[in-house]
């Protein structure tokens, strides 16, 4: 019975996020997409358990999220090196949100 009511509520989470994305501003003012564009229903996609939607909508998705969830950990937790671990992974994963970007700007 838990299961049902869980897939029921992740059902409809679903179609709200479906129905109630926000949309780009850049994208709406200069008709080019900005870096970020598809993050929303590559989100989704990976909400639903499709991992390869999820990837060919927005590369930058899981690292994105990882880069969220480890912010909170990191300031939630005493590290020694936590400014340090946090630098590298915004060096890391801004620059793959770019080749990204680079690569679906110029290459597809």
């Not at 990191?74 to 690569?103: A, E, H, T």
Request: proline letters at 6%.
């Amino acid at each position: 019975m838990f299961t049902i009511f869980i897939f029921c509520s992740l059902i409809n989470l679903v179609d709200w996020l479906q129905n109630h994305l926000i949309p780009c501003p850049f994208k709406a003012l200069t008709g080019i997409d900005c870096p970020g564009c598809g993050f929303q229903r590559s989100f989704i996609a990976l909400i639903q358990g499709d991992l390869s939607k999820s990837w060919s909508l927005y590369p930058p998705t899981i690292p994105l999220l990882f880069l969220f969830i480890s912010t909170v950990l990191l300031y939630r937790f005493q590290f020694k090196k936590r400014s340090f671990i946090f630098k590298i992974l915004v060096l890391v994963i801004g620059n793959f949100v770019m080749i990204c970007y680079l690569q679906k700007m110029f290459f597809s």
